[in-house]
Structure formats: structure tokens, C-alpha cells
T-cell receptor, first 114, second 114 residues
Framework: GAVVSQHPSRVICKSGTSVKIECRSL??????MFWYRQFPKKSLMLMAT?????????EQGVEKDKFLINHASLTLSTLTVTSAHPEDSSFYIC??????????FGSGTRLTVV | AQSVTQLGSHVSVSEGALVLLRCNYS??????LFWYVQYPNQGLQLLLK??????LVKGINGFEAEFKKSETSFHLTKPSAHMSDAAEYFC????????????FGGGTRVLVKP
């Protein structure tokens, strides 16, 4: 089956630093990858959609300079939270889409900014 | 544009009782519909999906859902709840085969009482 690996699962960083989160499709090539943010007891909020080799498409209200997305290959996308602040603390989830497999989600990353 | 409404943010059921989670959608084109389950601090796991064909869809862990176009609904059921069913459940929609982004409902938290 399709597996998406996301890491780290948890990260604590100091305010003002940057954090990178990786999302890999292990056994398939993902045509599109998605990044979501989930607030406590809330649904998933789509942050951006990325296709390999092209710039990510950000949802309205998401700061593209703060949340940098790189989709360098068909199996890897990264989300970098730049100059992190406590309000960026959240649960971030990636998803990879391939026609044969539909949407497969990573296990999420709990980011805490102190 | 698509939207999803999940009626009831919390559902409490007794072990062995019927689980019924309600999902209504809005879509301008024939939709693809999904149910996902999320355990604490984890990503989303696909329970089942409807694309085309048979409107009664069976999924993993004994869950099933029925697509009712006339009612724009895709309710999720399980005949007999198990303690391990305690989790958050999300209904999602995408506009058919041409769809890309998933639109999620607000989620329903299921509590199973012994």
C-alpha cells in the first residue's frame, strides 16, 4: 500500500529559529503534495498545494514567506517554518496524492515554539 | 466550490451500540467522498471512499457509508462500536476525478463508553 513518511514527529524550537519538516512518499510517486495545519480539536486547514518542480500554491491567508514549501522530487516535499513564533505552534500534516492511491497522509508533526 | 458539514462535533456511544456519524456535502459536480479516522497525535487513515458505482461502500474496521445523492449525504455507520473506535472522524469531498484539493468537514469526536 501507499505509505507517506513524515518527520520529525515532534519538534521543539526556540522563537526566531527555522524548522524543516519532511514528507516522503515511500513506495509511490506523488503527483501532488499538500500541507495542512491542525489546531487543537479542530479540522485540517489546507495551507498549500505543491507539484513537483513548480512553486507551491498557497491558500488565502497563509504567508508564503513564513511557510516555505519545496517539492524537489516526486517523492519529497518539505515545509520550512521560518522565524518561528509561539503562534506557529501547531500540528502539521502532509498528504501525497497519486492517481492509483488517492490521498495518503503522513503521521503529522507536533511543532512547539518556545 | 465544495463544502462539508458534519452534524455533531461529539458523539457518545456505548460499546456494542450502533455508530452513526452524519456528513452532508455540497458540490457543483459529482463528488468523490471520503471518511478518515484520526487517533491522537497521528495523521489521517482512510476508512472508505466513494467515487462511482455502488452507493453503499464498505471500509475497514467494519465501517460502511452510503452515498445518497438526493440527500447530499454520506453518513458513516458501524453496527457495533468497539472501544478502539474512540477517535476523531473526518468526512471530506473533492470534485470528482478532476478534483485536487480535499475539503474537510469539522470532524466528529467519538467517545465509546464501556
Amino acid at each position: 500500500g501507499a505509505v507517506v513518511s513524515q518527520h520529525p514527529s515532534r519538534v521543539i524550537c526556540k522563537s526566531g529559529t527555522s524548522v524543516k519538516i519532511e514528507c516522503r512518499s515511500l513506495d509511490f510517486q506523488a503527483t501532488t503534495m499538500f500541507w495542512y495545519r491542525q489546531f487543537p480539536k479542530k479540522s485540517l486547514m489546507l495551507m498549500a498545494t505543491s507539484n513537483e518542480g513548480s512553486k507551491a500554491t498557497y491558500e488565502q491567508g497563509v504567508e508564503k514567506d513564513k511557510f516555505l514549501i519545496n517539492h524537489a522530487s516526486l517523492t519529497l516535499s518539505t515545509l520550512t517554518v521560518t522565524s518561528a513564533h509561539p503562534e506557529d505552534s501547531s500540528f502539521y500534516i502532509c498528504s501525497a496524492r497519486a492517481r492509483a492511491y488517492g490521498y495518503t497522509f503522513g503521521s503529522g508533526t507536533r511543532l512547539t515554539v518556545v | 466550490a465544495q463544502s462539508v458539514t458534519q452534524l455533531g462535533s461529539h458523539v457518545s456511544v456505548s460499546e456494542g451500540a450502533l455508530v452513526l456519524l452524519r456528513c452532508n456535502y455540497s458540490s457543483s459536480v459529482p463528488p468523490y467522498l471520503f471518511w478518515y479516522v484520526q487517533y491522537p497525535n497521528q495523521g489521517l487513515q482512510l476508512l472508505l471512499k466513494y467515487t462511482t458505482g455502488a452507493t453503499l461502500v464498505k471500509g475497514i474496521n467494519g465501517f460502511e457509508a452510503e452515498f445518497k445523492k438526493s440527500e447530499t449525504s454520506f453518513h458513516l455507520t458501524k453496527p457495533s462500536a468497539h472501544m478502539s473506535d474512540a477517535a476523531e472522524y473526518f468526512c471530506a469531498v473533492t470534485p470528482g476525478a478532476a478534483g485536487n484539493k480535499l475539503t474537510f468537514g469539522g470532524g466528529t469526536r467519538v467517545l465509546v463508553k464501556p
